[in-house]
């Protein structure tokens, strides 16, 4: 019976202890998180004890730029980010952008842990100063349910997002670094999520109609990217994030949502490729791959 009193108050100081260090980065105003310049995005790794996908953060710039090193020793390139507390001013009423300004703060640790969960990601081991690093459950640090809520959202498709960060991880890694076994097993579990999905492709509806709820696509322009060696590529994204990501500062462009299966009859003719998610892990998909995946998963008729 002692023997229990001591377990659980063991697991009650351990809980309190979580939840003490799931404040703090709640509260934090700075830190520096690990960044994959493979991916574009927050350097994703797998946990080993629980197997929590988890990001890296810290408080202390000298400990992230000390991991980074580390990271490239073993041929993993990542960047150390700076994570600040912004003063931004913003006018009063949007429609007026010279008139009466308000002060906002932009909390940009919080907008990191919060499009993590669009990633696929449930954890964040943070290291403090002059502290062991802890692993907090994601659902710990942002608001109740927010995981939740975006896993049920059609719009998002995090395992389809983490499934193809973790492989371009690995495939971009330096030459003599890549587990080639590890690679294989990862495309195969990206390629079978591909082809079940649904991706947003890009449109340009005609002047005047840009805001009608249903679209003509005959009536409308798809957009292309321009390599700097002059081929196009037709980009696709895996969810509306993606989509943000890319529509940024591009007028009236919309989305449409379709399945993978019936991506070829959107193919551009002058394109070399499609681009899938070119502002975050950019993978190209070639013409001839996408009949190939269908046919290995057994989907062929599904493109009719």
């Given at each position: 019976m002692a023997a229990d009193i001591i377990d659980l108050k063991d697991r009650m100081?351990?809980?309190a202890d979580k939840k003490t260090v799931a404040e703090k980065v709640q509260d934090l105003k700075e830190a520096y998180a690990l960044i994959s310049p493979l991916t574009n995005l927050p350097y994703v790794e797998c946990e080993q004890e629980n197997f929590f996908d988890?990001?890296?953060?810290?408080?202390?710039?000298?400990d992230a730029e000390a991991a980074a090193k580390v990271y490239g020793e073993k041929g993993i390139r990542v960047l150390v980010r700076d994570l600040k507390t912004l003063e931004l001013e913003l006018p009063v009423k949007p429609e007026e952008p010279d008139g009466e300004k308000r002060k906002v703060f932009l909390n940009q640790v919080r907008q990191h842990l919060g499009i993590l969960p669009f990633?696929?990601?449930n954890a964040v081991c943070?290291?403090?100063a002059d502290a062991p690093a802890e692993l907090i459950e994601l659902e710990n640090v942002l608001?109740?349910?927010?995981?939740?809520?975006?896993?049920?959202?059609a719009l998002y498709q995090p395992n389809l997002q983490l499934t193809g960060v973790y492989l371009m991880q690995e495939a971009r890694k330096g030459k003599d670094a890549v587990d080639r076994k590890v690679l294989h097993d990862l495309d195969e579990e990206f390629s079978s999520n591909l082809v079940k999905a649904k991706v947003f492709m890009p449109v340009l509806p005609p002047k005047g109609k840009e805001?009608?709820?249903?679209?003509?696509?005959?009536?409308?322009?798809?957009?292309?990217?321009k390599?700097?060696?002059?081929?196009?590529?037709?980009p696709v994204f895996t969810d509306i994030w993606e989509f943000q990501k890319y529509a940024q500062g591009k007028g009236a462009l919309r989305s449409?949502?379709?399945p993978f299966t019936q991506l070829e009859k959107f193919e551009g003719k002058q394109a070399k490729a499609y681009m899938l998610n070119p502002m975050g892990f950019s993978i190209p998909l070639t013409k001839e791959m996408i009949p190939k995946l269908m046919k290995k998963f057994g989907l062929e008729g599904d493109q009719k």
């Amino acid at each position: 019976m002692a023997a229990d009193i001591i377990d659980l108050k063991d697991r009650m100081k351990n809980t309190a202890d979580k939840k003490t260090v799931a404040e703090k980065v709640q509260d934090l105003k700075e830190a520096y998180a690990l960044i994959s310049p493979l991916t574009n995005l927050p350097y994703v790794e797998c946990e080993q004890e629980n197997f929590f996908d988890q990001v890296l953060l810290y408080e202390m710039k000298e400990d992230a730029e000390a991991a980074a090193k580390v990271y490239g020793e073993k041929g993993i390139r990542v960047l150390v980010r700076d994570l600040k507390t912004l003063e931004l001013e913003l006018p009063v009423k949007p429609e007026e952008p010279d008139g009466e300004k308000r002060k906002v703060f932009l909390n940009q640790v919080r907008q990191h842990l919060g499009i993590l969960p669009f990633m696929g990601v449930n954890a964040v081991c943070y290291k403090a100063a002059d502290a062991p690093a802890e692993l907090i459950e994601l659902e710990n640090v942002l608001p109740e349910d927010f995981q939740k809520k975006v896993a049920a959202n059609a719009l998002y498709q995090p395992n389809l997002q983490l499934t193809g960060v973790y492989l371009m991880q690995e495939a971009r890694k330096g030459k003599d670094a890549v587990d080639r076994k590890v690679l294989h097993d990862l495309d195969e579990e990206f390629s079978s999520n591909l082809v079940k999905a649904k991706v947003f492709m890009p449109v340009l509806p005609p002047k005047g109609k840009e805001k009608d709820p249903q679209l003509n696509l005959k009536e409308c322009q798809i957009p292309y990217l321009k390599h700097q060696n002059g081929d196009l590529f037709f980009p696709v994204f895996t969810d509306i994030w993606e989509f943000q990501k890319y529509a940024q500062g591009k007028g009236a462009l919309r989305s449409i949502q379709i399945p993978f299966t019936q991506l070829e009859k959107f193919e551009g003719k002058q394109a070399k490729a499609y681009m899938l998610n070119p502002m975050g892990f950019s993978i190209p998909l070639t013409k001839e791959m996408i009949p190939k995946l269908m046919k290995k998963f057994g989907l062929e008729g599904d493109q009719k």
